[in-house]
């Protein structure tokens, strides 16, 4: 225990904690996914982890982003589904609380293969009334021993859009005191072109092909991509590859997959 102390130290007092981290990065690639759960229930209402479990072994990413994660409710019979599937994926799990919710709690979660530098759950904004909203934010030391920081966010699904433009411009608003190269990812419920993805834009860089995006809702027959993963600064990644992973049971959604590189030495913008 004494010596994974001394490394864990050994490799945070190593890096400046200001872009760039190094005067060059070490290249590395890393596989992030974006998956909202629908609470466990899946499309059958059965709660199967197991399914959800193996979109994810399947793809073997390094960074799971979850949405509509339940910890101990009445209706997944007080589990804690983010350490379950911490447990069914061999991956390191954390929640975070958006609201209070049938005798327990409601909101996202995070995933990841490497253990955490520090968290913190940004509330986000909402109309009264309206469901409660949060952002998941971690940071973690890839195997590579570059630092990053990785957002799980569930924005509102209300027609009108006045919530998830408000809980946009929050995301944007904190994204500047982060000193770390960063990755968004999560259900924005809304689609390119909208003033929604529009305003993510002013900040974030779509890791997806913008003139044909690949849909991710809803899961039996995806008709349009409300599923996203981002990053910033642009300058620091590359994407590799962007897949969009489809189970019409496991969930109403489909799985987002996208494998970035965080550059060695980042090109200019």
């Given at each position: 225990m004494r010596s994974n102390i001394i490394f864990i130290l050994a490799a945070i007092l190593s890096f400046n904690p200001a872009f760039p981290q190094q005067p060059e990065y070490d290249g590395n690639v890393i596989k992030v996914m974006t998956f909202n759960i629908l609470h466990g229930a899946t499309l059958n209402r059965d709660n199967n982890l197991t399914l959800i479990a193996k979109v994810i072994n399947d793809a073997s990413p390094d960074l799971v982003a979850l949405q509509e994660v339940d910890y101990k409710t009445n209706r997944v019979n007080n589990i804690d589904l983010i350490a379950e599937l911490g447990r069914q994926t061999n991956m390191v799990s954390i929640f975070a609380k958006a609201m209070d919710y049938d005798s327990g709690e409601y909101g996202v979660g995070i995933l990841s293969k490497t253990t955490f530098l520090s968290s913190r759950n940004v509330a986000q904004p909402f109309t009264a009334g309206n469901e409660p909203r949060t952002a998941l934010e971690i940071t973690t030391i890839l195997a590579s021993g570059d630092t990053i920081s990785f957002i799980s966010t569930h924005l509102n699904h209300l027609m009108e859009g006045i919530d998830r433009q408000a809980q946009t411009a929050r995301i944007n608003?904190?994204?500047?005191?982060?000193?770390?190269?960063?990755?968004?990812?999560?259900?924005?419920?809304?689609?390119?072109?909208?003033?929604?993805?529009?305003?993510?834009?002013?900040?974030?860089?779509?890791?997806?092909?913008?003139?044909?995006?690949?849909?991710?809702?809803?899961?039996?027959?995806?008709?349009?991509?409300?599923?996203?993963?981002?990053?910033?600064?642009?300058?620091?990644?590359?994407?590799?590859?962007?897949?969009?992973?489809?189970?019409?049971?496991?969930?109403?959604?489909?799985?987002?997959?996208?494998?970035?590189?965080?550059?060695?030495?980042?090109?200019?913008?």
């Open positions: 608003e904190i994204l500047p005191a982060n000193r770390y190269p960063t990755i968004l990812a999560g259900d924005l419920n809304d689609v390119i072109g909208s003033p929604t993805i529009n305003l993510i834009e002013t900040k974030w860089t779509l890791a997806c092909d913008r003139e044909n995006p690949q849909p991710t809702y809803p899961s039996n027959k995806p008709d349009r991509k409300i599923d996203y993963v981002a990053y910033y600064p642009p300058k620091y990644w590359k994407v590799i590859e962007h897949t969009v992973i489809q189970d019409s049971i496991a969930s109403d959604h489909c799985a987002y997959s996208v494998i970035l590189e965080l550059l060695k030495s980042p090109a200019e913008n």
